[in-house]
Nanobody, 121 residues
Framework: QVQLVESGGGLVQAGGSLRLSCAAS????????MGWLRQAPGKGRDLIAA????????YYADSVKGRLTISRDNAKNTVYLQMNNLKPEDTAVYYC??????????????WGQGTQVTVSS
C-alpha cells in the first residue's frame, strides 16, 4: 500500500508559478513510478509528468515541456511539480499517483486526493 497527500494548488494569474507537493508513505521502491496527472473539466485524466523513485528517468507531456519540472526528495519522501509560465489551459485538478512500469504507459495504482489549480487570464 502507498499513501499520497498532495498540497500546493491554488489560484494564479497567467504567467505565474506554483509548486505542487506529494508526500508519499508506505511501500515505495526504487523502481516505483511517481506521476502527476491532471483532469480538466469535461476531459479525461492525462499524464503530464512522471519520475522513477530512483530519479534517473523522467517523462513530460509535450504540452508542458519546458514549463513544468518534476523532482523528488527521497529524504522527505516527497515528489514535487514545479510549474512555471502557467496558462489558463493548465487549469485542472492535479493528481499525484504511484504505480509501476515504463512511461508513458505506467499503470497507476495509488492516487492522492487531488488539488485544484486555477490559472486566470
Amino acid at each position: 500500500q502507498v499513501q499520497l497527500v498532495e498540497s500546493g494548488g491554488g489560484l494564479v494569474q497567467a504567467g505565474g508559478s506554483l509548486r505542487l507537493s506529494c508526500a508519499a508513505s508506505g511501500n515505495i521502491f526504487s523502481n516505483t513510478a511517481m506521476g502527476w496527472l491532471r483532469q480538466a473539466p469535461g476531459k479525461g485524466r492525462d499524464l503530464i509528468a512522471a519520475i522513477k523513485w530512483s530519479g534517473g528517468t523522467t517523462y513530460y507531456a509535450d504540452s508542458v515541456k519546458g514549463r513544468l519540472t518534476i523532482s523528488r526528495d527521497n529524504a522527505k519522501n516527497t515528489v514535487y511539480l514545479q510549474m512555471n509560465n502557467l496558462k489558463p489551459e493548465d487549469t485542472a485538478v492535479y493528481y499525484c499517483a504511484a504505480g509501476y512500469g515504463d512511461f508513458p504507459s505506467a499503470v497507476w495504482r495509488y492516487w492522492g486526493q487531488g488539488t485544484q489549480v486555477t490559472v486566470s487570464s
